[in-house]
């Protein structure tokens, strides 16, 4: 999990409000011994510093709403759908398969990962080859030499 932590981030990056800060939390001395050589390592492979915080675990608080499924609110059609499975604001925002799909959306997984899935994420066809329209268009940018 560090490992995709570090790789979708810039570490080198100080936060401009404590509120948007990357933050590694831990729950245990081991966690926070692994978070801290992580840091060590991505400091040394880059030979710059790391600005990511590495601080206790003590709750956790839900984002605002206008924060939610972030690259899920640019399809609307998708958020329409997925809308009319979950129509309980918290049942939305709490579900994996509305996650996933927003994931997707926003560019991450591969197009291999989402055919073992789509058939578990509550889409209809139409939505379900839009999806995987998309997922293709994002691993061709990902491939593009001018990206």
């Given amino acids: 999990m560090l490992d995709v932590f570090w790789h979708n981030h810039n570490p080198a990056t100080k936060s401009w409000s404590r509120q948007y800060a990357s933050i590694i939390f831990y729950r245990n001395d081991q966690q926070k011994r692994i978070a801290e050589?992580?840091?060590?390592?991505?400091?040394?492979?880059?030979?710059?510093?790391?600005?990511?915080?590495?601080g206790p675990y003590t709750g956790f608080t839900?984002?605002?709403?206008?924060?939610?499924?972030?690259?899920?609110?640019?399809?609307?059609?998708?958020?329409n759908e997925l809308r009319s499975v979950y129509p309980s604001y918290h049942d939305f925002v709490d579900s994996t398969a509305v996650t996933h799909v927003n994931?997707?959306?926003?560019?991450?997984g591969t197009i291999e990962d989402l055919e073992n899935e789509i058939d578990s994420l509550g889409l209809s066809p139409a939505r379900q080859t839009d999806l995987r329209a998309i997922v293709r268009m994002h691993s061709r940018s990902l491939t593009c030499p001018t990206r």
Avoid: W
């Fill in 37 to 54: 050589e992580s840091r060590a390592q991505i400091e040394s492979e880059r030979n710059s510093r790391v600005f990511t915080d590495i």
């Fill in 62 to 79: 839900r984002a605002e709403d206008y924060h939610q499924k972030h690259a899920l609110q640019r399809y609307p059609e998708f958020m």
């Fill in 103 to 108: 994931g997707y959306l926003g560019g991450d």
